[in-house]
Nanobody, 121 residues
Framework: QVQLVESGGRLVQAGGSLRLSCAASGRTFSSYAMGWFRQAPGKEREFVAGIARGGNTYYADSVKGRFTISRDNAKNTVYLQMNSLKPEDTALYSC???????????????WGQGTQVTVSS
């Protein structure tokens, strides 16, 4: 069992930056692939970024070059650094844990409650 708690979301102006954090409980954090997903009102949940157990990273095309995912296994935490934010990045951002790296929500076993990011124009 893994419990995930996100933080760091807030209102920010377009062009600004935010860093989201996701703190995980349990001793087996390093054995999970971690992903960030987002869901805007009226839209499907979508993959944003993922980091495999070995540290390989994956990004949606829409955020490539602007967002960076990282993990600190000693702190049981995964981060999402978001730069050059756009109004279309506005969404509820959730982190998730999976046995193996994937981009579909169905591949993830554990989810946090999410943190709201709002980007004003």
């Amino acid at each position: 069992q893994v419990q995930l708690v996100e933080s760091g979301g807030r209102l920010v102006q377009a062009g600004g930056s935010l860093r989201l954090s996701c703190a995980a409980s349990g001793r087996t954090f390093s054995s999970y692939a971690m992903g960030w997903f987002r869901q805007a009102p009226g839209k499907e949940r979508e993959f944003v970024a993922g980091i495999a157990r070995g540290g390989n990273t994956y990004y949606a095309d829409s955020v490539k070059g602007r967002f960076t995912i990282s993990r600190d296994n000693a702190k049981n935490t995964v981060y999402l650094q978001m730069n050059s934010l756009k109004p279309e990045d506005t969404a509820l951002y959730s982190c998730a844990a999976a046995q193996a790296m994937g981009t579909a929500p169905s591949e993830y076993d554990y989810w946090g409650q999410g943190t709201q990011v709002t980007v004003s124009s």
